[in-house]
């Protein structure tokens, strides 16, 4: 049977897993807390509790028995599943494939202009220069132990629970302008599809950039979110006066198109949602649906 080990089952994660769980595959994976723990659990997965700082020898055990291994834990100054499972991965002889969850922030800025995979990783962000080192390593650690190792570079996440559509609902939600700023972004659906996808077919030490087809500027989101739930969307802010908290302002510090040509050639996917409008829809018929 196939078996999927989770480091860090959030958001994406959560939705490839449970894609697969309804496949027959066996799913464990790690969460913070031990309430966490006790919710996969119910869902009938394996869990384990894994905060980064010690290791965990059921963890260990558990690694012997996968077949596929898919991390979503993000780095600090190494990256912290590596720094305590290295070892135990290099003697996991049942494990066919790595996929590791990044980020398109690698880029860095590029004033607007396209990127795809064979653009070199540039970004002078503390969190982007830790991305792409957690790469490297993971991607030198599927070649040393000869497994093939796939990174996975996700545009801006979004879907049911996540979208401007509930933040509109929240009042959370704000047009902010910055001239000529786009952002890519993806429906978690197109993920969990995208990582089935690569799995299927895995290529090693293969890059893939995880976006939709239409970059675009994010008050027109907010825009067309707004008029979806027939209400006014919230009034523009400039950038300049937007007063965000440095957290949220560095993502308007990074200006690029992202290309996806290569997920739409080598693994054939066609988007469930190639543009906001259609996964914006989408989440609208869940909420609906919720409400029933």
Not at 169 to 187: E, L, S, Y
Request: aromatic share 8%; charged share 20%.
């Amino acid at each position: 049977m196939s078996h999927l080990f989770c480091f860090g089952l959030g958001y994406s994660a959560s939705r490839i897993a449970r894609m697969l769980a309804a496949e027959g595959w066996s799913i464990s994976g790690t969460v913070r807390t031990p309430e966490g723990a006790a919710a996969l659990v119910a869902q009938g997965y394996d869990a384990f509790v894994f905060d980064g700082t010690s290791a965990n020898t059921d963890i260990a055990k558990a690694l012997r028995n996968a077949t596929h291994l898919l991390v979503s834990v993000p780095p600090g100054d190494d990256d912290p599943v590596l720094r305590h499972y290295a070892a135990d991965l290099r003697a996991a002889t049942s494990l066919r494939w790595i996929g590791y969850l990044s980020t398109v922030g690698v880029y860095g800025d590029r004033g607007g202009a396209w990127v795809d995979e064979t653009t070199p990783a540039d970004t002078t962000s503390i969190r982007g220069r830790q991305r792409i080192a957690a790469e490297q390593a993971w991607l030198a650690l599927g070649d040393t132990a000869t497994i093939p190792t796939q990174v996975f570079r996700l545009a801006g996440i979004y879907g049911l629970g996540r979208s401007a559509l509930d933040r509109l609902r929240d009042g959370t939600a704000h047009r902010i302008v910055k001239p000529g700023q786009v952002f890519n972004r993806i429906h978690v659906d197109d993920i969990a599809q995208t990582v089935r996808a690569a799995m299927s077919a895995p290529v090693s030490s293969r890059v893939y950039n995880v976006t939709d087809d239409e970059p675009a500027p994010p008050q027109d989101v907010v825009a067309y979110a707004a008029e979806l739930l027939h209400m006014p969307p919230p009034p523009e802010v400039a950038f300049a006066d937007a007063h965000l908290t440095p957290m949220a302002a560095s993502f308007y510090a990074d200006n690029k198109r992202v290309s996806n040509a290569r997920l739409h050639q080598e693994l054939g996917i066609t988007l469930k949602f190639p543009t906001y409008r259609e996964g914006l829809r989408a989440v609208l018929d869940e909420l609906a649906l919720e409400r029933q």
